[in-house]
């Protein structure tokens, strides 16, 4: 059966087991949207409203669900606005393919319209960058491409179509069926060290990270902790992969981080499972020496590319998270003198969540308490970057069941897609939005995407009237000169409505639970508009209270 370049990409994608598409359209890949057509039901396309939101739906489903998120874009512009769900996807390292319209072959090198060279532009951006010039080698590449994305450590695959390629006939058979690939196994030898090292620690501490948990996920390494009494700490924005309700749970080491802070610091044996070193989980690489920390590092990771990349490990083991915790939770517990080094670390992520009233109309504060006590144990969280983020970053419990997806990228505008993303995957489970004023108006338009999906999740705005983070930054360095900070927002509520959700301007903290009851209640989905204060800029400290220390110090 001969069929054209677009048919034959649609067969190798639904065959490798694609169910989603986020997208905008474009005359660059026509041939693709019109093989979709034929899939609908099974692979589905996603019309979204900006390729930004595209993108990050994308990468948002990539981390959910450990299957590469597909993106499908057009030239030039689409792609560029795209780039910023690229970069979400390889900081969370998360799986995603991007594919995007092409110039056709004869024109490229002349600066064509909307032409652009992508393996140049996403070379350092993505994990594999390439474009396929012949139709043939289509189900060879997307083969290639989906492996890449899901092995060692995951990430973005970009991939370029020449319209005409697309529109090319060929006789080339596709896919036959899902590609899988078995995780690299550590050796007895190397997980008895591993144990050995720990055992004859004084201050022990586990640290993990990465989306790909699978099966039973962290459940054999929070075991393995608890049998062995070692504090364990998530790096930046993975909390949700390890039940936070286990005694030896003692927070997450990211922005604004306590007791994590303290455990990295003073620990003599790090056991580092399937986490890259990030800034926000090293503090500024300032919590372990470059290259050679004080802590007896243990470090293991799937890719050989991490290990090794900023730290020099006493033990370096490549093998798949999931099939190390297995063969670590096989082995007998390890008994220690570190009972109260583990009981100090969780008393004080404990000790985290108790805040004073709060001067701010809602009170987060007061909100995140009952959150923890209302939200469902299978709830899917989501937030974007600012301020606002450290609610649903510090101040909510993500049980074993629980799902937080939220960029390490820092990326403004992810909450709102995310959350549409894990609605389409998870239709039947409360997605709760966090957002920022800022944050909100960044993809606010896929409200219609969400409306047209039928995925409409539940959006809270703290609505504070600043970017608060930068506002932040500019009292603690040039304070009361504020500058290019404030904001005008629409009515959100109204804006919600014209979308079809439900929406509702939330004044005080008691009118935060019976809004939320209604929320949950409705079949539109919801926009809550919470009234916060700019003074409450982080929970501890006011937005006055920067100004004065940051005169007081002369600046």
């Known amino acids: 059966m001969r069929r054209n370049g677009g048919q034959l990409l649609v067969e190798c994608l639904t065959a490798l087991g694609a169910k989603k598409a986020f997208g905008v359209p474009g005359e660059s890949y026509l041939a693709v949207l019109d093989a979709l057509y034929d899939t609908r039901g099974q692979f589905d396309y996603v019309l979204c409203r900006n390729e930004g939101g595209a993108g990050f739906m994308a990468a948002a489903y990539g981390k959910l669900t450990g299957d590469p998120g597909i993106c499908m874009v057009t030239r030039g512009p689409g792609a560029t606005n795209a780039s910023i769900g690229v970069h979400t996807a390889m900081q969370d390292s998360a799986p ?77 058979e596709p896919l036959k069926g899902p590609l899988s690939i078995e995780e690299p196994l550590p050796s007895p030898a190397s997980v008895d060290k591993a144990r050995s090292l720990l055992a004859n620690a004084k201050r022990p501490l586990i640290l993990y990270g990465g989306c790909n948990w699978k099966g039973e996920g962290t459940a054999p390494l929070q075991r393995f902790a608890e049998a062995s009494d070692i504090p364990v700490v998530s790096v930046f924005r993975y909390q949700d992969q390890f039940d936070n309700n286990s005694p030896v749970f003692c927070g997450e080491a990211g922005v604004g981080m306590s007791p994590p802070k303290r455990l990295i610091s003073e620990a003599d044996v790090i056991l580092a499972i399937n986490n890259r070193f990030g800034e926000n989980s090293t503090e500024g690489y300032t919590l372990l ?72 109309p809602v009170d987060m504060g007061k909100v995140c308490a009952w959150l923890r006590d209302t939200l ?33 990228s820092g990326a403004m505008g992810y909450g709102l897609p995310a959350a549409i993303a894990a609605k389409l995957v998870e239709p039947e489970k409360t997605v709760v939005c966090f957002a920022g004023d800022g944050d909100f108006q960044m993809n606010c338009t896929e409200l219609a995407t969400a ?67 209604r929320a949950l209640a409705s079949r539109t989905g919801a926009v809550l508009d919470l009234n916060i204060s700019a003074e409450v800029l982080t929970p501890r400290q006011t937005l006055s209270q920067m100004r004065e220390n940051a005169l007081k110090a002369g600046k």
């Open 96 to 172: 995603m393919i991007l594919l995007v319209g092409q110039v056709g072959t004869d024109m490229k090198g002349r600066e064509a319209f909307q032409e652009v060279d992508y393996k140049a532009v996403f070379g350092t951006l993505a994990k594999w960058a390439v474009e396929i010039d012949q139709v043939e080698r289509i189900p060879e590449i997307i083969s290639r491409a989906w492996l890449t994305a899901i092995s060692g450590r995951p990430g973005p695959v970009v991939i370029a179509l020449p319209e005409d390629m697309l529109t090319s006939l060929t006789d080339a």
């Open 289 to 360: 020496d470059v290259p050679s920390p004080k802590q007896t590092l243990i470090h293991v990771h799937g890719s050989d590319l991490e290990i090794g990349k900023i730290y020099r490990p006493a033990l370096a083991i490549q093998s798949g998270p999931n099939a190390f915790v297995a063969a670590l939770d096989a082995l007998d517990p390890i008994k220690g003198e570190w009972a109260d080094w583990r009981k100090e670390g969780r008393a004080s992520y404990e000790a985290g969540f108790d805040l004073p009233d709060l001067p701010s």
């Open 376 to 408: 469902p144990e299978d709830v899917i969280v989501t937030n974007g970057a600012g301020n606002f983020a450290i609610w649903s970053g510090k101040f909510l419990k993500y049980g074993p069941e629980a799902r937080l997806l939220a960029p390490q």
């Open 451 to 517: 409306l047209q999906a039928g995925a409409q999740p539940i959006v809270l705005i703290l609505n504070n009237g600043t970017y608060g983070t930068i506002r932040a930054h500019q009292e603690r360095n040039y304070p009361a000169r504020v500058s290019g900070t404030d904001m005008v927002s629409p009515d959100f509520p109204a804006l919600a409505k014209a979308y079809g959700f439900h929406g509702e301007r939330v004044e005080t903290t008691e009118d935060f639970a019976p809004a939320f009851e």
